[in-house]
Every structure is written in C-alpha cells, then in structure tokens.
C-alpha cells in the first residue's frame, strides 16, 4: 500500500512538473527583468515570479528564507547569501550554507519556523505547497516567491528573478552570461560529430536502476553536448530495467551515485557489474561520478557540470586545443 | 483393592495480577473417579482445570501418574491428559477427520517417528494394555464410531452443528486416550439431548480401566447424576470435597450458592430426592 | 472443490512433481520473455550452455543478458516469492487468522528498519555487497520478534492471537515512523533509501540467491515439517496444547524461521508486500487448510506468483521497471477481493 502511495507521489509530481513546465512562459520572464531593472531607482521592486504571480516589495528583499538547494545556491552566487536567513534542511552549497538556520521544507514544510524567522520573502518550488499555506505567510506579512526552473531557460529566469529580488540584477546578468558562454564553447563540437550515446545513473543497481530521461536537466546538457541519451524514449526520472542498459549498450556513463568513502566507489562499482563488460562505457572506461548534484539542480554550477562531461567525451586536451 | 493414584493435586494457589484466584487447593483423583468441580461462578473451577492441565502458572505440587507435572513433556503430558473445552472457534474449513486425526499427536514421538512407541511402556505401572497392535485409522475410524461421526467425516467443521463440533472433539480426546479427561463445561451450550449424548459416551470411556474423569459443570443435576466424588469451591478455597453425596448437600450448597438450591432444582425439575 | 478423499494425506509425489512442473514452466515463460526481447532460439540456447556450462567463446547478447541478469533475477524472485507465501502460511496457521502475515506482525516493517539502518549509517561486511542489509535485516526482524513477544508475554501469558496480531501492527506503526525518522536523517543517502523501499528485484545476483536457497531449505524444511503443529494451532491453540502439542516452543520454532526467511528477504527485495497474505488464499481452495498440503503448495504458489508479478514488473512499461512491490499489491488487492467476495457468496 505504501509502495503504491509512493509511486502515486512520484508519478503526482511528474505530472506536475510537466504541467509546470508548459505553463512557464519564458519571454515574459525575461521582460520582467527588464521591467524590474528600471525600477530599482526608486527602490520598489516588481517582477512576475515564476508561476506567473505580479509581486511588488518596496524595496530589494533584505531578509530571505529560501527553500529549495537551487535558489541557495543561486543567492550565494549573486553575492546575496548574507541576506539568507533560513534555508531549506536539504540545501548543502556553498559550504557556508550550513551556518544558516535550516526549516522544514517539501511535504513538512513549517510556516511556524519560517514565520519566526522573520523574512521579507520566501522563496520556494510549487511541489508540496497548498494554497492555504501560501495564504498563512502572506498574511504573516511575507511574500511568498515561487521558483520553479524546468530547463537551462528557466535557470536563467529563476536567477535573473532572485536578481531583481535582490536588487542584484548586474550579477545576475554577469552569472546568466557566463552560463551561456561555457554552453556555447561545450556545444561547439556538437555540431561536428555525433558524440556518441550516454546512460545517467541517477540511483546504483543495488537499490533498482533510476536513470533520468526526457524533460530533465541531464537530457538537456547531452543534447547540448551532441550525446543521446540512451533513455531519451523515457519521460522524467524513471527506473529502468538493467537489461535494457547491457542492450542499449551506451558509450559514456554518468553517475550522481554520492561516495561514502567506504566499499568501492561508483566508477568502480559499475566496472565490476557482471554482464556490463561488454558495454563501451565500461570497456573504455567512460564513467563520470558527479557527487554533488551539479547535474540535478537548477542552479549555476550546471555549467561546471556540462564542462567535466565535456572533458570526459573530448578529454582535457580538447579544452587545450580550442586555448590555442 | 487400593484404587491408582492418577492425579494428585497439593495446596495449589493461583494469582494473576497480584489477586488469589485460587488458594491452597488439594485432591487426589483416582482409578475410576469421576470428580465434579461445583461452585459458583467466580469461585476458581476453570482456573483449577488450566493449571491441572499446565495451560497457566501456578503454584503448589501437581503429580501426574506419579510424576511432577512440571517436568513433564508435553507429548507425555497430553498422552496423561486431555481437555475438552466448552467452546471452539474454529476458523478454517478442516474436515471432521482431520479434527480426529490431530489426536494422533501425542502417540508420535518427534519429527520423523510416525507409529507410537507402544503406549503400554510407559504406563505399565497401571497395568494399561490397550491397543497391543496399534492402528491409527482403526483408532480414528473407531472413534467416529463412537460419536456417531462416520458419516460426516469428510465435512467441514465449519457446517457442523455445536453438538456436532462437541462430538467431534470429543472423538479428538479418544484417539488420543488419556487416562485423565478433563472437562470443562463440555456441554454448557448445548441441547439436552446432546447433553445426555456427551456425559454419556464420557461415562462409557471412563468405565474402563485405568481412567478418570475431571470435569466442570454447572448443572448440578448433571453433577449427582455422573459423578462419583465432588469438590465445592469457594472463591478459590475448598469448600467441601468428598463423595457426591457428602458434598452436595443441602446445607453445604446453600451456605456456598447462599440460595435453597434444593427447592429450586424441585421447581426446576419436580423431583429432587434428599 | 474440496477433494474428499486426499483430504487428510500430505503432499505426496504426485502433488509435488505436479507443482514443480507448472512452476518450471512458469521459470521457463520468463526466462524467455524480459525487458528486452531476445530472440527464442538464441535464448534457450543459452540457456542450455548456461545450464550445461559450456560457456561459448564468442557470446550473443541473450547469453550475456541471460547469464549475469535475468537468471539470477529470476531465481531470486522464485525463491523470495516461495519463502514469502510459506511464512504467509505458517502465519496464517499458527495465529488462527486469515489476515496474518509476516507484515502484520512487524517483524517485515522490522527488517525493513534494520536494512535501512544500515544503508543509512553504512554498515557493511567488505566483500559481500548485500551482506551487511541482510545481517542486519535478520538482525533486527530478531529483535522485533523479542520485542512483540517479550511485550506480548507480559500482557497475556497465554499469548492469545489478538494480542500478538494487535501488538504486530502497533509494532509495525512504530517502525515504519521509525524507519521514516532515519530517512529524514539520513541525508544525503535518502535517495538511494526511497528508492530501496520500494522493493525491487534489480541487481540481484547468484550469491543473493544461493542464500536464499540456503535459508529456504532449512527453514522452509523444518516449517514443512511443523506442519501437523500448525494444523492443530489453526484449529485452536487450547486444543493443541491439549492433543500435546509444545504450545510455546513450536510458536517460537515458527517465528524464528519466519523471521529470517522474511530477514533475508526483505535485505535483497525490499519489502515485497501481499504475496505472503495472498498466496495462501489462492491455494487453500484447491488444498483445503490441511497444513501438510497448504504449505508446499504455498510454497509453488508463491514462486509462480512472484515470478508473473516480476514479469510483469519488468515487461509492462519496458524499457522502464515498475516497482515489485506495486505489482503485487495491486494484483494482491484485486484477487483479495474476489476471493473474499467468492468466499462469502458460498456460504
């Protein structure tokens, strides 16, 4: 029964995210950034956050709980990361993330923690938040901010949107184009070759195989790359059969498995898989173990992640050549 | 001639949760006893019987067939002792012989032994030769036969009557052949007619050698009627015990049921001899 | 259905060469089908060398598909669907309750804390991928058992069939918040957790399923030969101890194999429910409720059971895998239903 509520949950939030996804307009997104950097002058602030709510602050936020790892980790790139006061228990970078006191968030969010804490603005994702409680905090006098990115265009909405919200709208700007830069400079061989094809492992083989499929962010930089995913038929994150990787047989792995420092480690675990010798990702030894969630979050550290991909296919050589 | 010594029972006491249920209780059983366990409700009659038949923890010196109680296996025990309970709540849809078979169990030693090792060993000391050749589908076949059974033994226990799932039981008890029965109000729920079929077919068992009935009743015309020896209890203490006669009489009754039973059983029954 | 003659013999020959008939047929059937389709000749010819042990220089991708991945899982799913469905008997004997299983007792949600206790905090015994899960889910599906029965035995020295089954289940509540207390802290392993507690199949290698064979045999041996106790248990406890049967050693002899079958397998499938409820319902209108025929044929039942119900976990949304456990409970529930809804027209 358990197991079935689970799955429900899981395919709930699929669906919802796809939903989310098309409901995500992104010209007006980047329209108010316009809008809101002319409006800095006299310090209120207004910009449509991304579930396309109109929010007005009198001035940039100076106290923000945000809840989702993303938007933490966008805050402290902007340069915003002393006006955190509360973040969500699971976000964990930068390292000085953990000094800030950490509430509930996802299905226990506590608005009785988040209240306390005294923000001006929450910042979170739409999963798990029921309109009542949305209506509790702004009663509370908190303006409650969504940001949802679903692909590398959202990102960039999400960080221009905390931008603004931060009176930040330079470095937002600095941050979105540097992202651009590195996509461009890792998608400039895609054009010349077929890269190949690429299995992402998002959960090991002893706990059943979970690869991420259509629609996410690991997709989207493969395609940047010029790789195909070889579970591009699958929707969202999805467990697979592992029958179906010796099959599909891919060039490159990448596993967000996390290394505890004990027993082998990922790489090592998949090269001692018995029946995987055959696979070219094992034969040449093409495993990639991202740790950090770089490759899951919608945050500006994707951009790192498309780069160490980019040196596992070409090799750092390749970055040498395009120096000279 | 001196009757066996089947059971003898020294200053038994029983307590749950700090409170005597039962205290300082004794009686011998013999060869050929029939002894009826009278007394109001409350006053410890199925208490006795679940600590003579090991089922609870109490206090006091129990001897079965000479031997402590304590110590004895449960196989061995269950060849000594049978109990047949007032109800049964059966859930699943096991055949009538199935039920009879189960009285096998104590007749097999272990996992793989199937066939007894010859009964008459252990209970040579009693002179006991039953079956000198034993035959467990004779057993079970005579047993049905008996009760009345033969016809119903391929039906479920759950289509029996409540005469009929006594009766079934009580074939159970047969098979296994004690040499102590123990009844527990065998047959409080039932029609008089199935009444008079359970006491008297316990009767005919008991007729034999080597045997002894213990048994809990609450009509005490069932009690003058069968049994051969009595013990009144009250509220855990023995009352009275000696023959039937002895025991149930007038004054005793109504200083321990504070009632005239004799003139209520006369009203009951119109005919209730001093 | 009911079958007057054999009603009282066990399982003879004919029964089990029967039984082990359909269940090979059925080990065949998914052998040949999975989430990839191979092709049947290539298939069964490496089945064949597989089987034989002559390994062919040059491989096709059925046998390396066959050989590492889908013959172990198989086996597993067998051996795991027949431990599950014999404790689900044995439950459903020695309590006197249809509803009895493993799970509701606690002592399945109590391997589930232990296993994932020790995903959470890394225990592991070098060498042997499962073996720390699976020592510490038969672990703690030990301490469970000692709890329910030590707590049991304190409320009601006769260890009635309520209190045990009342006390599984607030047993089982407490665990199963206990087990989300250690997900929560888990951190950064949560994922991995979520993903376990599903229950699944995948990755389940030749070394999983020789100690489940391992356990199977013996355990599964000597609740094979508890038969005739837990016929007299699920006729009435009191009438077992009067026909002598050892009230307590046989119940702690049950729960002891019960709770490692479920131990082990809990640690390499997660936790599978249903299957150890259902089976037995399915089987008993075909045996009767006669132990000595309902627990081997439980035994087969099961390994049928859970092997479809991998099938279909692996095949009905190929190339994705749908949990086990979800399977089960889904089909589990339907056939409930029917049977119950059967059950009480005819009588």
């Not at chain 2, 119903?152 to 008890?173: D, K, N, V, W, Y």
């Not at chain 2, 009844?183 to 009444?195: G, K, S, T, V």
């Not at chain 3, 599984?168 to 802290?185: D, W």
Request: proline share 4%; aromatic share 8%; charged share 20%.
């Amino acid at each position: 029964m358990k197991k079935a509520t689970r799955l429900l949950a899981l395919l709930l939030s699929l669906a919802m995210t796809a939903g989310l996804m098309a409901g995500c307009a992104t010209p007006s997104a980047s329209k108010d950034g316009e809008k809101a950097s002319n409006e800095v002058e006299n310090t209120a602030v207004t910009f449509t956050d991304m579930t396309g709510r109109e929010i007005t602050l009198d001035a940039p936020a100076d106290r923000i709980v945000a809840l989702t790892a993303s938007d933490c980790e966008i805050l402290y790139a902007l340069g915003a990361g002393d006006k955190l006061v509360g973040r969500g228990e699971y976000c964990d970078y930068p390292a000085e993330v953990f000094e800030v006191p950490s509430v509930q968030s996802g299905y226990e969010t506590n608005i009785e923690q988040i209240i306390e804490l005294k923000p001006d603005v929450l910042v979170m994702a739409t999963m798990a938040q029921t309109v009542e409680q949305v209506e509790q905090l702004e009663n509370a006098g908190i303006k409650v901010v969504v940001s949802d990115a679903q692909n590398i265009e959202g990102v960039y909405t999400a960080i221009n949107m905390l931008g603004t919200l931060t009176g930040k709208t330079a470095e937002a700007t600095t941050i979105v184009d540097s992202m651009k830069k590195t996509f461009d400079e890792v998608s400039a061989k895609a054009d010349e070759e077929s890269a190949g094809s690429i299995y992402f492992e998002v959960s090991p083989l002893q706990y059943g195989l979970w690869t991420a499929g259509k629609g996410t962010f690991m997709d989207e930089i493969a395609n940047m790359l010029g790789l195909k995913n070889a579970f591009a038929d699958v929707e969202g994150w999805a467990e697979i059969s592992e029958e179906q990787v010796i099959e599909r047989a891919p060039d490159y792995i990448l596993t967000i498995t996390m290394y505890f420092g004990e027993g082998p480690t990922p790489e090592e675990e998949i090269l001692s898989r018995k029946g995987w010798e055959n696979i070219p990702a094992v034969k040449n030894q093409k495993i990639l173990n991202l740790q950090n969630n770089e490759l899951s979050r919608p945050a500006p550290r994707l951009a790192d992640a498309a780069r160490m991909l980019y040196d596992l296919i070409h090799g750092t050589a390749a970055e040498e050549d395009k120096a000279a | 001639m001196e009757k066996a010594e089947l059971l003898s029972v020294q200053n038994l006491s029983v307590a749950l949760s700090g409170k005597h249920i039962l205290q300082d209780v004794s009686f011998t059983l013999n060869e050929g006893d029939w002894l009826m366990l009278i007394g109001p409700n409350g006053a410890g009659k199925s208490t006795l019987i679940n600590a003579v038949s090991q089922a609870i923890p109490y206090s006091g010196n129990i001897r079965i067939l000479g031997k402590d109680s304590k110590q004895m296996k449960s196989r061995s025990l269950a060849r000594a002792i049978g109990v047949l309970n007032q109800n049964h709540y059966v859930g699943y849809g096991f055949t009538v012989e199935e039920v009879i078979r189960l009285g096998l169990y104590s007749h097999r030693e272990g996992f793989f032994s199937l066939r007894a090792p010859s009964k008459s060993a252990e209970n040579s000391a009693f002179g006991k030769a039953k079956y000198t050749s034993f035959d467990p589908d004779q057993a079970v076949f005579d047993a049905a036969g008996k009760t009345g059974l033969t016809e119903l033994l391929s039906h479920s226990i759950l289509t029996l009557s409540g005469g009929e799932l006594q009766r079934t039981f009580l074939a159970q008890l047969f098979v296994q052949d004690p040499q102590i029965l123990i009844l527990d109000e065998p047959a409080n729920h039932l029609d008089l007619i199935y009444q008079q079929q359970i006491f008297s077919l316990v009767k005919e068992w008991q007729s034999r050698p080597d045997r002894a009935v213990l048994s809990v009743v609450h009509d005490l015309s069932l009690a003058k009627k069968y049994g051969s020896r009595a013990l009144l209890l009250r509220n855990g203490q023995t009352a009275a015990l000696g023959t039937v006669s002895e025991v149930m009489s007038p004054e005793l009754l109504e200083s321990v049921y504070s009632m005239d039973v004799y003139a209520w059983m006369q009203d009951l029954y119109g005919r209730w001899s001093r | 259905m009911k079958n007057k003659n054999t009603a009282t013999h066990g399982f003879g020959p004919k029964e089990y060469l029967l039984c082990a008939a359909a269940t090979l047929a059925v080990f065949l059937l998914c052998v040949c089908l999975g989430s990839v389709n191979l092709p049947l000749a290539d298939t069964l010819a490496a089945f064949r060398d597989i089987l034989t042990g002559t390994v062919p220089e040059e491989t096709t991708l059925a046998y390396r598909i066959l050989q590492p991945v889908r013959l172990p899982r198989i086996l597993c799913a067998s051996l795991s669907g027949a431990a599950l469905s014999l404790c689900g008997a044995c439950m459903q004997g020695l309590l006197k309750n249809p509803l009895a299983d493993g799970s509701t007792l606690g002592v399945s949600a109590g391997a589930s804390l232990g296993a994932i206790c020790s995903i959470a905090f890394g225990f592991s015994v070098p060498g042997l991928l499962f073996s720390g899960t699976m020592v510490s889910a038969v672990i703690a599906a030990f301490i469970s058992l000692a709890i329910i029965l030590s707590f049991a035995y304190r409320l009601d020295a006769s260890l009635s069939t309520n209190t045990i089954i009342l006390i599984g289940i607030v047993y089982s509540m407490l665990v199963s918040a206990m087990s989300n207390l250690v997900i929560t802290f888990a951190g950064d392993r949560v994922k991995t957790i979520t993903f376990w507690n599903m229950g699944s199949l995948q990755g389940t290698s030749y070394p999983n399923a020789a100690a489940l064979a391992i356990c199977l045999l013996v355990c599964g041996g000597i609740l094979l030969l508890t038969a005739e106790e837990l016929n007299a248990f699920s006729i009435g406890e009191e009438n077992a101890r009067s026909i002598g049967v050892n009230v307590r050693a046989v119940r702690l002899r049950v729960l002891i194999c019960v709770s490692i079958l479920i131990g082990v397998c809990v640690s390499i499938g997660g936790s599978i429910s249903f299957v150890g409820l259902i089976t037995p319902h399915l089987v008993r209108p075909l045996t009767g409720p006669n132990h000595k025929r309902l627990l081997p044929a439980s035994l087969f039942g099961g390994a049928i059971f859970l092997l479809l119900a991998d099938l279909c976990a692996r095949t009905i949304l190929a190339p994705r895998e749908l949990p086990i456990g979800v399977v089960t409970s889904i089909v589990g529930s339907i056939l409930f239903v029917h049977i119950f809804y059967t059950g009480r027209k005819q009588r």
